[in-house]
């Protein structure tokens, strides 16, 4: 199971561009990156998840080299209520028969001021 | 879509007592349910994997006796957590996954064992 490193904390503002990288060296071929959003006493969400190259939806891009190796995780014109913690997870999810465990990390507690 | 609905939000019972917990995918089908616990300040552990139809995969260390799972529909899992203890108190969380899908979480409950 990929292990996933990333940053403790990190503070921004409103209407910044916020990046949060994670470190995943040992991803495996079959590996996808899904990124998760966390606010207190609450469920994850599920943000965006990817392969390789870019992904980008409503909420978010996901960027991933070629080596994959890491990814990054872009908000645009973060808010107030982005306050939150991002999880980076890898997993196999498209094995359909393997029940491809999800091992969860601290996360990235990020703090957006006004 | 995608939702998944966890009841009760909040319980508090006396110690020794047994609570059940329920996660419902609201809009799909889930054929895979996982559960965690998550202490405050933590992140997610999991605590065991629940295939419809069979018996649950418990996480190394976490007492199938203690913490008996039953997914007996495509659409239901619950979690009992028998003669429970004041360690026991934790915010408890579930997600669902339906074949080629990511996981999609509950709201969590929060358990707190007097």
């Known amino acids: 199971l990929a292990k996933t490193t990333q940053p403790i904390s990190m503070d921004s503002y409103e209407g910044q561009e916020v990046n949060i990288t994670c470190s995943h060296n040992n991803i495996a071929t079959n590996d996808y990156i899904t990124w998760y959003q966390q606010f207190p006493s609450q469920g994850p969400r599920f943000i965006i998840q990817?392969?390789?190259?870019?992904v980008t939806n409503e909420v978010a891009s996901l960027f991933i080299p070629a080596d994959r190796k890491s990814s990054t995780l872009s908000l645009p014109r973060v808010s107030l209520s982005d306050t939150a913690v991002y999880y980076c997870l890898v997993g196999d999810y498209y094995n359909a028969g393997n029940n491809r465990k999800l091992i969860w990390g601290l996360g990235t507690s990020l703090a957006v001021n006004p | 879509g995608a939702v998944v609905s966890q009841h009760p939000s909040r319980v508090i019972c006396k110690s020794g007592t047994s609570v059940k917990i329920e996660c419902r995918s609201l809009?799909?089908?889930?054929?895979?349910m996982f559960w965690y616990r998550q202490f405050p300040k933590q992140s997610l552990m999991l605590m065991a994997t629940s295939n419809e139809g069979s018996k649950a995969t418990y996480e190394q260390g976490v007492e199938k006796d203690k913490f008996l799972i039953n997914h007996a529909s495509l659409t239901l899992s619950t979690l009992t957590v028998t003669s429970a203890h004041p360690e026991d108190s934790s915010f408890y969380i579930c997600?669902?996954?339906?074949?080629?899908?990511?996981?999609?979480f509950g709201p969590g409950t929060r358990l707190l064992v007097l």
């Open positions: 809009d799909f089908q889930a054929t895979t």
């Open positions: 990817g392969y390789k190259t870019k």
């Open positions: 997600s669902a996954r339906v074949g080629l899908e990511t996981q999609y």
